[in-house]
């Protein structure tokens, strides 16, 4: 069985470019994408993610009370909090409401997004995705 990724975020150029970097890196990862809360929902009824990146700001409900939801509805699924706003306050409550990795989006290189991936897979058991150096 796949593992599966999805990625919550509004903006549809940074889904598709992270989409088609991540799928590139590791092939048999599924990549499933929503726009907000309200679809993250409909896609984990439809396939339960392994690892979600959430944006923080989204339409309706922001990312960081979703991931609050989403970890007591679902505790095995790895959040990582993948946002413009890098902010002290804002990292605080990301691992307060359940994230396990907080990444900026602005400073950080695509190397980096692939390392933490990569481990999350390994951590849970799912190394079926390694990728090539």
């Known amino acids: 069985m796949k593992p599966i990724l999805l ?6 150029i940074v889904r598709e470019t992270t989409r088609c970097y991540l799928e590139s890196k590791f092939p048999a990862l599924e990549v499933n994408e929503a726009i907000d809360g309200k679809d993250a929902f409909s896609q984990m009824r439809e396939h339960l993610p392994d690892v979600i990146l959430m944006d923080i700001r989204l339409p ?21 909090i993948f946002t413009s706003y890098d902010l002290p306050e804002y990292r605080k409550a990301a691992f307060e409401n359940g994230a396990e990795y907080f990444l900026s989006k602005s400073s950080l290189p695509k190397k980096k997004l692939s390392a933490v991936i990569d481990a999350v897979l390994i951590d849970t058991d799912l190394s079926v995705c390694n990728h090539e150096s």
């Open 60 to 80: 309706g409900e922001n990312g960081l009370e979703l991931t609050r939801k989403i970890k007591e509805l679902y505790p095995e699924v790895v959040v990582i």
């Open 7 to 12: 990625i919550v975020d509004d903006n549809p």
